[in-house]
């Protein structure tokens, strides 16, 4: 490198010219390493269209910068989308802005979609996270159909990588989930998954691009950004400065895992599929790792996908297989029902609305077959010490007038929920809890006509709680059976 400057070795110039030089071949490497890891993951083909989601922060800046670089070299042409969710205001509008000039200037297409993404997640009964995601993908693959296009890239970089997979081990979640975020998917592409942040702000700097910043990313609201802003910091001063690349590595070699045992669960399911269903008797004889990753397939050819589909429900399909009990049932997310069937296990999409309405006997146990839950009601005196649960709720029973039944949701339902002044629709309260519709008819309902008390899992009611005064107490318990 010296060499390669002409200054006098020890000069101002000459040290200059060095930082210089190494600032660039820096840039360069970066560039290198980004253009290494798509070969290394057969993310693009020459003749590829490439949509870029372009938000024009600092991440998806230096994206459609580099994929700009290399457009010649890869054999690619290239279309910027960028979603305005209507969320942030004035800076929204900013955002959107400055992803149409850089586009301009750099002669790439550029599509723009304003997507009210609050009135999105609230017609929808979804989280406005969720709700924008669901928007940003439609908007993306309409761009793809509209230009015949085939690959979608994406900027999420290593340490998102990181904060993926902290929040997945945090929810329980198991091999897949600690394989964190794919470097290909589908059609999905991530280009800068092997690149810190801190390499990606250097990019931009030293390229002067000045990407947009979103002001919410520095507000520790999300559990995502407290994991960003609080959790990450915390580990790298006080346990190890170099989680975020010993994360990255350990994804790396899950997903390897992952991958080999994915492979070898499709061979055996298709050993034991039959005219729609699986064989019982043949899939007992499996090891449980196997086990979860057929019953996860055979949602997904049912379904498409496995949205709203969990860890739980999984197991409590394994819990059904396991009694193969012909005629049982199980109701999923989604419109979706398990059922055994002379051996054979089913997953089927119901296509309408089941009603059910059952009296409660008091003291009795009533079975809700639909569900797989089992309601339990008690008679008993008021001796203090009587502390609800999210599965046992105590009510004064010398209040309650009228009938109890347990059923599903109906038209002018309505609550007077603890913690809340007056009355509350139940429509009202799973649009404010986010409860996707799909699933709002599953939920049981305590219930006296029209008014509920108890929404089972979200909310109880205010009216009929014991007091000092109370003496006969009705206990409601709610479980899996």
């Known amino acids: 490198m010296e060499g390669a400057i002409k200054e006098p070795k020890g000069s101002l110039l000459f040290y200059l010219k060095v930082f210089v030089m190494i600032k660039r071949k ?28 372009f938000s024009g922060g600092p991440d998806s800046t230096a994206l459609l910068h580099i994929l700009y670089r290399l457009k010649d070299e890869l054999k690619i042409s290239l279309y910027a989308v960028h979603v305005n969710h209507l969320i942030r205001g004035q800076e929204a509008f900013r955002d959107e802005e400055f992803s149409k000039n850089f ?23 979804l989280s406005s996270e969720e709700a924008g995601r669901i928007a940003r993908y439609e908007c993306f693959n309409n761009v793809l159909k509209e230009i015949n296009g085939n690959k979608i890239a994406l900027a999420h970089n ?22 964190g975020i794919q470097p290909v998917r589908d059609n999905i592409i991530r280009p800068l998954l092997i690149c810190s942040r801190e390499e990606i702000e250097y990019y931009c700097e030293h390229n002067n691009l000045q990407p947009v910043i979103d002001s919410t990313n520095k507000e520790a609201i999300y559990l995502r950004n407290k994991v960003r802003l609080e959790l990450i910091p915390y580990i790298i001063k006080n ?13 790396e070699i899950l997903n390897d895992e992952n991958e080999y045992i994915e492979k070898e669960a499709l061979k055996y399911y298709e050993d034991i599929k039959d005219n729609g269903g699986i064989i019982v008797e043949g ?22 996908d496995l949205n709203g589909i969990e860890n739980l429900h999984v197991e409590d399909c394994l819990e059904l297989i396991e009694r193969n009990q012909t005629g049982k049932m199980l109701y999923l997310p989604k419109n979706l029902v398990a059922e055994i069937s002379y051996g054979k296990f089913f997953i089927k999409r119901l296509d309408t609305k089941k009603d059910f309405e059952y ?19 008690e008679l008993l005196k008021n001796h203090g010490n009587l502390t609800d649960t999210p599965f046992i709720k105590y009510f004064d029973y010398d209040k309650i007038k009228g009938g109890l039944v347990v059923r599903n949701r109906k038209e002018g339902d309505y609550i007077f929920p603890k913690g809340m002044k007056g009355k509350k629709k139940i429509k009202d309260l799973f649009i404010d809890k986010k409860i996707p519709r799909d699933e709002r008819d ?5 219930a006296i006509g029209k008014e509920v008390l108890w929404v089972y899992g979200i909310r109880d009611t205010k009216n009929y709680k014991i007091d000092e005064h109370t003496k006969n107490v009705l206990k409601i318990t709610i479980e899996r059976g």
């Open 103 to 125: 586009c301009e200037k750099l002669n790439i297409p550029f599509y723009s979609f304003r997507i009210d993404v609050t009135k999105m997640a609230k017609e929808k009964g």
């Open 359 to 377: 009296i409660l006997k008091i003291p009795g146990i009533l079975r809700l077959d639909e569900l797989s839950l089992v309601v339990k009601t």
């Open 26 to 53: 820096k840039v360069m490497f970066m560039i290198d390493k980004v253009l290494s890891y798509i070969n290394k993951n057969s993310m693009i083909s020459n003749g590829d269209k490439v949509v870029v989601g």
């Open 239 to 251: 346990i190890n400065e170099n989680v975020v690349d010993n994360l990255f590595k350990m994804a």
């Open 442 to 446: 599953s939920i049981p309902l305590v």
């Open 158 to 179: 290593k340490n998102d990588q990181a904060e993926t997979i902290i929040m997945k081990f945090l929810r329980g979640s198991g091999l897949k989930g600690l394989s």
């Open 283 to 304: 899939f007992k004889k499996l090891h449980v790792a196997l086990k979860r990753r057929i019953i996860r397939q055979l949602i997904k050819d049912v379904k498409g």
